[in-house]
Nanobody
């Protein structure tokens, strides 16, 4: 049974930073593609960032590229999302997700790929 537990969300002012963490248990992190998604009320869950062990591929949605960084620490079985220069439109419930096996940078954007999901951590960017 794979479990994902997110943490690190909170209230931050525009321009600030947060680092989200996702602890993975039940399966080796190196065997999975990991993604971060977010959702706001009335909107569909959207891809934010992804990381695959297939040649270390990563991908980001355009609006966060250059501001957010996804990384993984296999020793701690943890995936991180470093979020800098935060904007009010980054507000949302952020979910960690895992897919079995490696995948391409393009495929990791598809939420249908992901089998396991955490419960989310709330990020609010506001002054």
């Amino acid at each position: 049974q794979v479990q994902l537990v997110e943490s690190g969300g909170g209230l931050v002012q525009p321009g600030g930073s947060l680092r989200l963490s996702c602890v993975v248990s039940g399966r080796t992190l190196s065997s999975m593609t990991m993604g971060w998604f977010r959702q706001t009320p009335g909107k569909e869950r959207e891809f934010v960032a992804g990381s695959s062990t297939l040649r270390g591929a990563t991908n980001y949605r355009d609006s966060v590229r250059g501001r957010f960084t996804i990384s993984r620490d296999s020793a701690k079985s943890t995936v991180y999302l470093q979020m800098d220069s935060l904007k009010p439109e980054d507000t949302g419930l952020y979910y960690c997700a895992a897919a079995q096996g490696p995948t391409t940078a393009l495929s990791m954007r598809d939420k249908r790929l992901y089998v396991y999901w955490g419960k989310g951590t709330l990020v609010t960017v506001s002054s």
